[in-house]
């Protein structure tokens, strides 16, 4: 006896992503954890936590009206703080895949 097939299912139309839509969701992320963080870990409140999304948001303009590039955002960030984002965020990409 022949089992019967299930029709397929209609594969749906998905708007194609632009990169300026994965952009945007990388910065919403990017965003929600800094928050998060700051709440949870350093007890920062509402106040403080606008302070700091008025911040985020003219950092990123920079880039949006050219004043900034990555590389040198970064460097800047490594000589103002002392921490290398870039060296931090590639190790846990690395551990992350297992490499």
């Avoid at 606008?50 to 590389?71: K, N």
Wanted: aromatic share 8%; charged share 30%; proline share 5%.
């Amino acid at each position: 006896m022949k089992r019967v097939k299930k029709p397929k299912k209609p594969v749906s139309d998905r708007p194609t992503k632009t990169p300026l839509m994965y952009v945007t969701q990388t910065n919403y992320v990017n965003l929600a954890i800094m928050v998060r963080v700051m709440y949870m870990c350093y007890g920062w409140r509402k106040k403080r936590l606008d302070a700091l999304c008025e911040a985020y948001v003219a950092l990123i303009d920079e880039f949006g009206s050219h004043r900034s590039t990555v590389p040198q955002f970064i460097r800047d960030t490594t000589e103002l703080t002392g921490i290398d984002v870039k060296n931090l965020l590639d190790d846990a990409v690395r551990r992350s895949i297992g490499v």
